[in-house]
């Protein structure tokens, strides 16, 4: 039998790129080998919750708006003697990460931000041998902080040659870097994904992104559009009143302007437009390398993105703006004497880009987990190694799902696509890893004809209707990676709110196993009749009144049952933790669920169904209420698990135990 290869990739959450750069290698990894168990973890999110949460608020507000004092910030960073005493300072996260390494015991540990090198070289001090093979990926280009390299690894993967010259040029061993490209999405890497062409005549199509908060951009983008062969997207990131703002002020030439709110599909941005105006941040810069598509740089923060922007410079792959208002010149340059520059940086960018540098990032990591060591020879809890400290940051272990008579299901639940905290992937993986056997994912989408419904499209918590269609397509995606990955199912759904100014006036209702989007603007027995034309189930959702959390009440549908008990599939008989005792007196069909926002909202009520795991028997079983029960998911569904006890399971079954890191880690943090 196939040995399941195990990895795990250490990220952090300060600068987009660390994440990126990790998530995407995680989706390569399980791209080439089936025979491959990933875990992406942030260990300063997990180990120092709101405490990490401040850090980075702090920090996104000093680049925003201190720069300078970033810059020395950083220059201090780049200084051993302050790095190294740090770093000292992290004693509960050198803790934390020998827990979990203790626990999974992987074949290979990547890391994402430069932090993680040096810890792990305080826990194995004594040690030259790791029973793992430890890989750095850099997320900068040219100016790299010594952090990245100061703490030995194994490999050191860059984005490109110029980085590799900076590293031998600071010491590192030749034979250690490969300049293997940074890891974008593999989305880049398929054959369908080509640049955008430029015709002489036709249209130039330019994606202006916003990053940090609402300067004077309208001046510029007007400046812009005076170019009638322009046409302009713009995002503007979870900034909605921006948003609204600019869709205001385009509003009459919306023909050539779309403006965008936050937005996970930049491949698809970036293939369809030909040049990117943004910030010089990593994971940018190099999203729009291995999109061929040519950038301008309009802001740069001191420190590490200046390394970014002088690659775009040093391989002309584009130009640097000195302040914005100068984007409009350069693009009139670029697109002068039949567009020479532009074609001439989207040669550089043809020799230069490699679209599918995760895969290959991913073939590496696999190689280097055949090197690995024998953890067998270190023991679980080797105290010379990794040092018990009788305290687990990773407090639980799954049960075996496979032992459960029935389906455990939670169908409304709520991502970064409105007001949850996590994204789709996210939640995927975080109920996967736990053993569900069917989920839904309901985004809230708002009436637009009612005030609150008006209201709400200012702020980012609910579905913009312009995304819809984006969201359904994500869905798709994330249910077939759910079934291959945990064998569970994803069914498409929304949260219609229909809110009035009253509780008795205000109702939502969720659309379960939906096929396709709905209008927002319908009255409810229209939205009911399209949802059960497509076969999904149409659900009240919190029909009752909230007695232990707090929450809008929405009793229109159960203050006129009469009209709608024989159109509604089913009601919430509970929601968080909250039981509508008259939903059961009234013999109404049921189901229960989290109405999840954030990990601790997994803790609550659940459906179990006695039924085929296959959407069709899911919902017939709903229908029926038949063969339907609900359970209160509370430490029933994870067991305690602290190092001893793992040593002891160990030495009995003579197994390593398999834990799902990030899952419990952020369990034990919710």
């Known amino acids: 039998m196939k040995k399941v290869k195990k990895v795990l990739i250490l990220t952090a959450g300060f600068g987009e790129g660390h994440n990126s750069a990790a998530r995407n290698l995680r989706e390569a990894l399980e791209l080439v080998s089936p025979a491959v168990q990933v875990e992406v973890l942030d260990l300063f999110e997990s180990t120092y919750g709101r405490l990490n949460t401040l850090v980075k608020k702090a920090h996104l507000g000093m680049v925003r708006y201190a720069p300078t004092l970033w810059q020395g910030i950083y220059s201090l960073l780049d200084n051993a003697s302050f790095a190294d005493s740090g770093i000292g300072g992290l004693t509960r996260l050198r803790v934390a990460l020998g827990d979990v390494l203790r626990v999974t015991q992987p074949d290979c540990v990547v890391s994402t931000y430069p932090a993680y090198a040096a810890i792990m070289k305080e826990l194995f001090r004594d040690h030259f041998e790791k029973p793992f093979r430890f890989i750095t990926i850099v997320t900068d280009s040219i100016s790299v902080n010594a952090a990245w390299h100061r703490a030995p690894s194994d490999v050191y993967v ?76 713009i995002t503007t990131g979870r900034d909605a009143e921006l948003k609204a703002e600019l869709q205001e002020r385009f509003r009459d030439r919306s023909g050539r302007v779309r403006v965008l709110g936050w937005t996970d599909q930049m491949p698809a941005l970036l293939l369809s437009h030909h040049v990117l105006v943004g910030k010089a941040g990593g994971a940018m810069v190099q999203e729009a390398i291995a999109a061929r598509c040519p950038m301008i ?8 993105e200046a390394g970014n922007a002088q690659l775009i410079e040093q391989l002309g792959l584009g130009a640097v703006a000195e302040r914005n208002r100068e984007v409009p010149e350069i693009l009139d340059r670029v697109f002068a004497r039949r567009s020479l520059l532009w074609h001439e940086w989207r040669a550089n960018l043809l020799r230069v880009s490699r679209p599918a540098a995760a895969l290959r990032i991913a073939e590496l990591v696999l190689t280097h987990c055949d090197d690995a060591g024998d953890w067998s020879k270190f023991g679980i809890g080797a105290v010379n190694v990794l040092p018990d ?62 005030l609150i419904g008006k209201l709400s499209k200012l702020s980012r918590l609910v579905l913009a209707e312009g995304r819809v269609a984006e969201y359904f397509d994500v869905l798709e995606r994330e249910r077939r990676r759910a079934w291959n990955k945990y064998g569970m199912l994803v069914l498409s759904g929304i949260e219609f709110n229909k809110d009035g100014l009253t509780k008795k006036s205000s109702a939502h209702l969720l659309g379960i196993d939906m096929q396709m989007p709905i209008a927002s603007a319908l009255d409810l027995p229209e939205t009911i009749a399209q949802l059960h034309a497509q076969g999904a189930l149409a659900v009240a959702s919190h029909p009752h009144v909230f007695k232990s959390d707090w929450g809008k009440n929405t009793l229109f549908l159960w203050e006129n049952q009469d009209e709608f008990a024989p159109l509604l599939d089913a009601w919430e008989i509970a929601n968080r933790n909250d039981i509508f005792a008259p939903v059961g007196l009234k013999r109404m069909p049921f189901i ?57 399971t160990a030495a009995t079954e ?6 799902p890191a990030t899952a419990l880690l952020r369990a034990a943090h919710a």
């Open 158 to 233: 860059v984005a490109n040659e110029p980085t590799a010259v900076v590293l031998r040029a600071a010491g590192v061993d030749p034979a250690r870097i490969h300049p293997l490209g940074f890891p974008v999405s593999p989305q880049f890497a398929a054959p369908e994904s080509v640049p955008l062409p430029l015709t002489e005549a036709g249209p130039i199509k330019l994606l202006y992104v916003i990053n940090h908060g609402k300067k004077k951009y309208g001046k510029v983008l007007d400046r812009l559009l005076d170019n009638e062969r322009v046409h302009l997207t």
């Open 389 to 450: 400290t009788g305290v687990s940051l990773a407090p639980a272990i799954l049960e075996d799902s496979a032992a459960r008579p029935a389906l455990l299901c939670d169908f409304h639940m709520h991502s970064d696509y409105s007001d949850g905290k996590l994204s789709v992937r996210e939640l995927v993986d975080f109920y996967g890893v736990r053993g569900f056997h069917c989920i839904c994912i309901t985004d809230h989408l708002t009436d637009p004809r009612r």
């Open 297 to 304: 740089i309009n802001q740069i923060i001191p420190g590490q």
């Open 654 to 659: 003579n197994v390593a135990p398999r834990l």
């Open 592 to 648: 229960a669920n989290s109405d999840f926002h954030k990990p601790r909202d997994i803790y609550s009520w659940k459906t179990l169904l006695h039924c085929e795991r296959h959407p069709d028997a899911i919902k017939d079983c709903i229908r029926r209420n038949e063969h339907v029960s609900i359970t209160l998911y509370r430490e029933g569904g994870v067991l305690p698990f602290t190092a001893r006890r793992a040593r002891e």
